[in-house]
């Protein structure tokens, strides 16, 4: 079946630290990948997505490459600030599933100035 | 462009009471809308599937006659959550997907409302 697996938080950061958190997915076929964060007391905001192999999705200074071979989704920043602490979701959805998302299980990020 | 509004965002009320909680795309249509649950620092759980002008389709474990959905527009769906107790306090969450009438659907992903804190005392 379909599943995703994230880095375990919390994780800890500097400002101005580099950001990896890891996430592998498993599906069949083609599915299309997603970033969200969650801010505290909030829903979801879309972060970004990617929706074909070796695409590279891009916003706010975050960025991950959908890598079919190595089944990942890893997303990165350069220089983290505070305003960055949140929880991150990665998130797979496939079109045999009726476009539901299946989400990893969430990585809290905190940033220290 | 793509947002989803929910209402209340934060309900207190007794055991027993029902509570209705309202899922809105404001600038877009959308078919297709699903309903989450989420605990305290764990991930969100799907409830069910709403679809524009049908049936929700509700996930194993979900209790239908108990969390009632109603997808009676393209813009709004509705999760009733009814003779509510204390284990059903959560952080309910819908979204939304961008489609057209007749359920075609133009995008895969699913735009979030900001959530709502139902507490059942």
């Known amino acids: 079946g379909n599943s995703v697996t994230q880095m375990e938080g919390p994780v800890t950061l500097s400002e101005e630290a580099f950001l990896t958190i890891n996430c592998t997915y498993t599906?069949?076929?083609?599915?299309?990948l997603f970033w969200y964060v969650q801010y505290p007391g909030e829903g979801l905001q879309l972060l970004l997505k990617?929706?074909?192999?070796?695409d590279k999705g891009s916003n706010k200074g975050f960025e991950a490459t959908y890598r079919k071979e190595t089944t990942s989704f890893h997303l990165e920043k350069g220089s983290v600030q505070v305003s960055d602490s949140a929880v991150y979701f990665c998130?797979?959805?496939?079109?045999?599933?009726?476009?539901?998302?299946?989400f990893g299980q969430g990585t809290e990020l905190s940033v220290k100035p | 462009g793509a947002v989803v509004s929910q209402h209340p965002s934060w309900v207190i009320c007794k055991s027993g009471t029902s509570v209705k909680i309202e899922c809105r795309s404001l600038?877009?249509?959308?078919?297709?809308m699903f309903w989450y649950r989420q605990f305290p620092k764990q991930s969100l759980m799907l409830m069910a599937t709403?679809?524009?002008?049908?049936?929700?389709?509700?996930e194993q474990g979900v209790e239908k006659d108990k969390f009632l959905i109603n997808h009676a527009s393209l813009t709004l769906s509705t999760l009733t959550v009814t003779s509510a107790h204390p284990e059903d306090s959560s952080f309910y969450i819908c979204?939304?997907?961008?489609?057209?009438?007749?359920?075609?659907?133009?995008?895969?992903?699913?735009?979030f409302g900001p959530g709502t804190r139902l507490t059942v005392l």
């Open positions: 709403s679809n524009e002008g049908s049936k929700a389709t509700y």
């Open positions: 990617a929706t074909k192999a070796d």
């Open positions: 998130a797979l959805s496939n079109r045999n599933q009726g476009g539901k998302l299946i």
């Open positions: 599906a069949t076929g083609y599915p299309s």
């Open positions: 979204s939304a997907i961008y489609g057209l009438a007749g359920g075609l659907r133009i995008s895969d992903t699913q735009y």
């Open positions: 600038d877009f249509q959308a078919t297709t």
